[in-house]
């Protein structure tokens, strides 16, 4: 039973360059987030889909593109990096948007140089 | 708007002492509160939650929280602290009517031996 997998797990990008960070979820989850964590500020959302089909923005949505490719996937591409999104990403899912509790994946620690 | 305060950004305490931390919130409506640990290099992990009921909810690892409505605050407590408690902890928000989980900035817990 894997929950929340992400990949890759570390990456180093320079500035301008573009990335996808993956997410796939296991659980039949029909909500999916994207958090990123900084040192001090807790985790802030990024983007979020209600369900299949939907997307939607956060706090911090700048700078970032989703999409909710099926069910199961969730991915979040950074179009040109910059330094200011070094941090740790995390995708979540639940079961609906006014489920409880979240399932976590373990994280991708971008750095940008 | 949503809001959550960890107040402490570290909390130390001895094995085998009672621990609390802290959490303050501010919702429009009524609050969905929740806690989640995070151990190094890992996602987060839900802990326990309130939704509506008994004001002490009990989770995981013993742990367990009390909803004090006038006052705001959902401070986490385990009777008897563990090295292996040690993590860093966060307070979670969301409104009855609203489909986004607020975060704190999270407090570290350490606990020594």
């Known amino acids: 039973n894997a929950g929340v997998t992400q990949t890759p797990k570390f990456q180093v990008l320079k500035t301008g360059q573009s990335m996808t960070l993956q997410c796939a979820q296991d659980m039949n989850h029909n909500s999916m987030y994207w958090y990123r964590q900084d040192p001090g500020m807790g985790l802030r959302l990024i983007y979020y889909?209600?369900?299949?089909?939907?997307?939607d923005k956060g706090e911090v949505p700048n700078g970032y593109n989703v999409s909710r490719l099926n069910k199961r996937e969730f991915s979040l591409r950074l179009e040109s990096a910059a330094p200011s999104q070094t941090s740790v990403y995390f995708c979540?899912?639940?079961?609906?948007?006014?489920?409880?509790?979240?399932?976590f994946g373990s994280g991708t620690r971008l750095t940008v140089v | 708007a949503q809001s959550v305060a960890q107040p402490e950004d570290q909390v130390n305490v001895a094995e085998g002492n009672p621990l609390t931390v802290k959490c303050t919130y501010s919702v429009s409506g009524n609050p969905y509160l929740f806690w989640y640990v995070q151990y190094p290099n890992r996602g987060l992990q839900f802990l326990l939650k309130y939704i509506t009921g008994d004001n002490l909810v009990k989770g995981s690892y013993g742990f367990e929280a009390e909803f004090n409505k006038s006052q705001t605050s959902f401070h986490l407590k385990k009777p008897s602290a563990l090295v292996s408690d040690s993590a860093l902890y966060f307070c979670?928000?969301?409104?009855?009517?609203?489909?986004?989980?607020?975060f704190g900035a999270g407090t570290r817990l350490f606990v020594k031996a």
């Open positions: 979670a928000v969301r409104d009855t009517g609203g489909f986004k989980t607020i």
């Open positions: 979540a899912s639940c079961v609906d948007l006014k489920s409880y509790g979240y399932t």
């Open positions: 889909s209600a369900s299949e089909g939907t997307t």
